[in-house]
């Protein structure tokens, strides 16, 4: 068998230049040249899984099939390889701490005493060669989060050393990521912010292979040969990576710079074919020509970070692009939404989507949102919180049960339409409660869901704690809210739909997660299509 060959990508400078995007564009390129690649991400702060960050600390926490709560950087990987990520994709601080404190509670290190050098720095080299040791893949391209010369990131670093070392010749490389500034005044583009943190790397013992620098305007000729020189590059290594209109043209940028040329040579390995990128450029050609332009408002509690909501964003590109239309999102805050303005902020909008979220602010404007939409029969989409707040809104407003809630925003309504199953009544765990990953669901025939999956059964990945209460669903039901998918094994309802509106779709879990480049979700294109007939109409 062949040995599994690593790509390292670090950064510099300063942190959210894209390492994530440039690594999934690279993945992207070396899988469209017939390589088997995968990508992982390793975060230096100290929570074990990002499950317990507040959306604005860290922007969205992503889901994977295995119920991992994870960066949403493995959105951007699933979203530009279409190859499901798991568990092993993302590793912390806290998990690799925690895994090595369990370690010596068990006595596995007879009497040693425990260090960062040897015992950490051996836990995250063992995590960052279990995707490789798999046998499935030929190229691992491991991102480590945060910037060099940061307290959090030199376990990681150190361990990068080591690995390239142990691995041998042409077997790891290291990517550097980093900015190279413009100043105003000066008129110019300045190196020694790279150079410096080129150093700062060095310093670590770890030298850089290829330089990526990203950058708003064009890097000459010149700079590349400074930027080789002072940093010890090699002049093809210098890869200039500007400001695109969207993440979706990096692949293509990289191909230009040859990033991923440069990546196999020094990786030892042969070019193959020219990469393959027909269906990815028809996408992007449908992303940059649309036909028809629509607003779709995205009702949310975080509205003010767009990351909060990253993978829905993501989800409406895809779906965009499959329809030939370009989706503005209309980004509204449900704690500044009520009854007295609800029609003047919602009246432009020609489809609404209610966001997920956890916790009571901001629900009554969710509430008055669904009741605008299903009243003037407007297209709407409830993720996850967003189904939960149409069911409490129609048993409100069409079942009559006026204080019909979820338990989790009052825990003492007579009507909790929304409660927790009882075998999560007791856990006060937070991290514990929630249910996680890939669920099963059936469709019901002749109903809008299954013309839109146009299958029986789906699985879709979820993350709540709350469900819909089966003790409402009878009179829910006859009261023409349908229930239409159900999960097969705990008969718990994950999606609703009103038959007598145009489109009125809630989901229990969240579709976002699954869609991609090369398969959009069908719930979001279905949904653009609905906004485009509504707005045409």
Avoid at 40 to 46: S, T
């Amino acid at each position: 068998m062949n040995q599994t060959k690593y790509i390292f990508v670090t950064g510099g400078v300063t942190s959210s230049l894209g390492k994530g995007i440039i690594a999934a564009s690279l993945a992207k390129l070396l899988q469209a040249r017939g390589y088997r690649t995968t990508i992982q991400k390793f975060d230096p702060y100290i929570n074990v899984d990002p499950g317990t960050l507040n959306p604005y600390e860290h922007g969205e926490c992503y889901v994977t099939d295995d119920g991992a709560e994870t960066d949403l950087d493995l959105g951007h990987y699933e979203r530009f390889l279409n190859v499901p990520t798991s568990q092993a994709n993302n590793v912390t601080t806290g998990r690799v701490y925690l895994s090595v404190i369990e370690k010596e509670r068990r006595g596995e290190f007879l009497g040693k005493t425990v260090q960062v050098v040897p015992h950490i720095t051996n836990e995250i080299k063992e995590r960052m060669q279990l995707l490789g040791r798999s046998g499935d893949f030929d190229i691992v391209i491991t991102e480590i989060g945060g910037t060099v010369g940061d307290i959090e990131s030199l376990p990681y670093i150190e361990s990068v050393r080591q690995l390239v070392w142990e691995l041998g010749e042409n077997n790891g490389i290291v990517i550097h990521l980093t900015l190279v500034p413009f100043l105003a005044a000066a008129g110019e583009l300045k190196t020694k912010p790279t150079q410096h943190s080129v150093k700062t790397l060095m310093e670590s013992g770890i030298k850089a292979d290829i330089l990526v620098c990203r950058t708003e305007h064009e890097i000459s000729d010149e700079l590349r040969q400074k930027l080789a020189l002072f940093c010890n590059v090699k002049r093809e290594a210098v890869i200039q990576s500007i400001d695109a209109s969207t993440i979706y043209d990096v692949p293509n940028l990289m191909l230009e710079e040859g990033l991923d040329k440069v990546a196999l040579k020094k990786l030892d390995l042969p070019e193959k074919a020219t990469p393959d990128l027909k269906q990815w450029n028809e996408f992007l050609q449908k992303l940059k020509n649309p036909k028809h332009i629509v607003n779709i408002g995205l009702v949310g509690k975080y509205v003010e970070l767009q990351d909060s909501y990253k993978s829905i964003l993501e989800a409406f590109i895809h779906a965009g692009a499959a329809n030939e239309t370009k989706v503005n999102v209309v980004s509204i805050h449900s704690e500044y939404l009520d009854e007295k303005n609800a029609s003047e902020k919602l009246k432009d909008l020609d489809g609404i989507l209610v966001a997920p979220g956890f916790g009571e602010r901001g629900i009554e404007g969710k509430i008055e949102t669904v009741r605008y939409a299903r009243e003037k029969n407007i297209p709407f989409f409830g993720i996850c919180l967003g189904m939960q707040m149409a069911v409490i809104e129609y048993s409100r407003n069409v079942l009559g049960h006026k204080d019909a809630n979820s338990t989790e925003m009052n825990a003492g309504t007579a009507h909790p339409v929304i409660n927790l199953m009882e075998e999560q009544k007791t856990i006060t765990d937070k991290g514990g409660t929630m249910r996680l990953g890939a669920w099963k669901c059936d469709i019901k025939p002749d109903t809008l869901a299954s013309k839109i999956y146009g299958k029986s059964q789906i699985q879709e990945r979820h993350r709540h704690r709350y469900e819909f209460n089966g003790e409402y669903l009878e009179a829910l039901e006859k009261a023409g809210l349908k229930a239409s998918g159900v999960n097969p094994d705990t008969g718990l309802v994950e999606i609703i739909e009103i038959e007598s509106h145009p489109f009125f779709i809630g989901v229990q879990y969240h579709p976002e997660y699954k869609s991609t480049v090369a398969k959009p979700h069908p719930l979001f294109v279905n949904f653009v299509k609905a906004t485009v007939a509504h707005k045409n109409k």
